[in-house]
């Protein structure tokens, strides 16, 4: 895929060449991808590319011992080198004048260790093989069938989009190359009593191709049958409850309490508590979190975008805070080793600490089991949005239901929706028991603050914890 890559190959090897000459660091990454998007719903059908998830082009990155310089461009040819060359050295200099009479921050040099890579995931059907037409029935039979179990449900909206992008990176020492395709399909069903409107919301995505759209077809009645429960919720009294949370509610903790509170370019700029809490118990020794490609999912690769090859970092090990994620830059700064989550909206966008598939590992206990052991307490699904303050370690998340569970037994009362807020090392602390295996899911995308999207995953086992609602 993407002989684009190819052709430009031995240009940009002379351009890292060309800028050793005068820089003692230079690499470059080069971006090819294809994207597609299917809806339907009651307003029709849209068919459409996904303009954010990255584009095609270069970003160059050099160090001269002081600072670093970056430049992208989306053509590239051997006749453009010089032009390249100069405009790093332009950048360098302005950056030097601009920070005159201000101590910069420390640049070391990134390590260069000697790697060769060239992998891909793998795909049973490619989208594009299977065409437009073959994809929308696909997704229309899901929606009509959705439509059909009930005369309350107003409409269902089905989804399907993929990612498919070749990254090759270069410098001195490296030269990697990764193929990577994913699919996200997602089907949201609506219902009324009187004025009255629910949507229940079911998604799916694997590290693979279409062949994910034949999964969606057996979850249909069920998160029909999830809309309609829905119209007999309730508000919840506010206050502490015990919790069973399901898995994706579980990535969503992950994710806002101690996702983005330990990406440590917040450290570099002393905006994470959890810098100061290296070593010490921050979560319940029965909570171990992962970050990395050691899982298949969505967000998985096999290098990030400067060139570090990836792997498994584990963040918490039961309830310790072992360490943060970080990009080379950080990682260089604050004197760590980079993980492998220096990663970029597009080649247009600087690198910045992200994560990539994060969740806490599962445990000894099942479902059964701890639903069982809760007199009075609530089962926590659907989770549809959060927000975190790694500052002073705050979270509040949104949840779509919380089934009731009394003498150990779920009532079939519901109370929707839910708003669940704490301090994230008392939340963590108070598990109490965890399922025996994780499950991610990664249909969002996550940014940091209000922009620079990047395609994540998250997720891990069923979890009970204790935890503040409203």
């Known amino acids: ?95 030097d004048a601009a920070l005159e009479g201000f101590t910069a921050l420390p640049t070391p040099i990134p390590a260069d260790e000697p790697a060769v890579l060239k992998k891909e995931t793998t795909w049973k059907v490619h989208p594009r093989e299977l065409g437009d ?27 399907v989009s993929y990612q498919a992008y070749r990254k090759l990176f270069l410098s001195e020492h490296r030269d990697l190359d990764q193929t990577v395709m994913y699919t996200n399909a997602a089907l949201a069903v609506m219902a009324s009593r009187g004025e009255e409107i629910k949507v229940a919301f079911h ?8 062949e994910l759209l034949d999964e969606m077809d057996a979850s249909v009645e069920q998160t029909a049958l999830d809309v309609l429960a829905l119209l007999d919720s309730q508000p ?7 919790c069973i949370c399901d898995p994706e509610t579980t990535g969503m903790i992950v994710h806002e309490a101690f996702g983005h509170g330990v990406e440590m370019d917040m450290f570099v700029k002393d905006r994470a508590l959890a810098k100061d809490s290296i070593g010490e118990y921050v979560a319940s020794p029965l909570v171990t979190m992962h970050d990395g ?4 999912e969505s967000a998985t690769m096999f290098f990030d975008d400067e060139g570090t090859l990836t792997g498994d970092t584990v963040i918490i ?10 990009d080379a830059l950080s990682a260089a700064r604050l004197g760590a080793v980079p993980t492998g989550n220096g990663r970029r909206e597009s080649y247009e ?8 598939n994060t969740y806490f590992q599962g445990g000894d206990s099942t479902p059964e089991e701890m639903i ?43 109370y929707s929706p839910i708003v669940l807020t704490g301090y994230v090392p008392d939340l963590l602390k108070s598990v109490s028991m965890m399922s025996k295996t994780p499950e991610l899911s990664g249909c969002g995308m996550c940014g940091k603050g209000h922009k620079e999207w990047v395609k994540v995953s998250d997720g891990g086992p069923y979890m009970k914890a204790h935890i503040r609602l409203g």
Do not use: H
Request: a neutral charge; glycine letters at 8%.
């Open 1 to 95: 895929m993407f002989p684009s890559i190819d052709r430009a190959k031995p240009g940009l090897q002379k351009l890292i060449r060309t800028l050793r000459e005068t820089y003692p660091y230079a690499s470059v990454l080069a971006v090819a991808d294809d994207t597609r998007n299917w809806r339907i719903s009651r307003t029709g059908i849209d068919i459409s590319t996904l303009d954010m998830l990255g584009g095609t082009g270069f970003v160059v990155r050099v160090f001269d011992g002081t600072g670093c310089a970056e430049y992208s461009f989306n053509e590239f040819s051997e006749d453009k080198i010089p032009t390249i060359c100069s405009t790093m050295a332009q950048r360098l200099a302005e950056q």
């Open 133 to 159: 037409e073959a994809i929308v029935n696909k997704i229309a039979a899901l929606r009509e069938k959705a439509l059909a179990v009930d005369e309350r449900i107003l409409d269902a909206r089905a989804v």
């Open 203 to 210: 998604p799916a995505s694997m590290l693979g191709g279409a």
């Open 236 to 242: 919840i009294p506010p206050g502490e409850y015990d």
């Open 293 to 296: 490609s050691a899982v298949d």
């Open 317 to 326: 090990d039961r309830g310790v805070l072992e360490r943060g994620m970080c």
């Open 349 to 356: 966008r600087k690198a910045y600490t992200r994560m990539t």
């Open 372 to 414: 069982a052991s809760i007199q009075d307490g609530l089962l926590l699904e659907a989770p549809s949005s959060g927000m975190e303050d790694p500052k002073n370690w705050g979270i509040q998340c949104m949840v779509t239901t919380a089934k009731e569970i009394k003498d150990g037994k779920l009532t079939g009362k519901i």
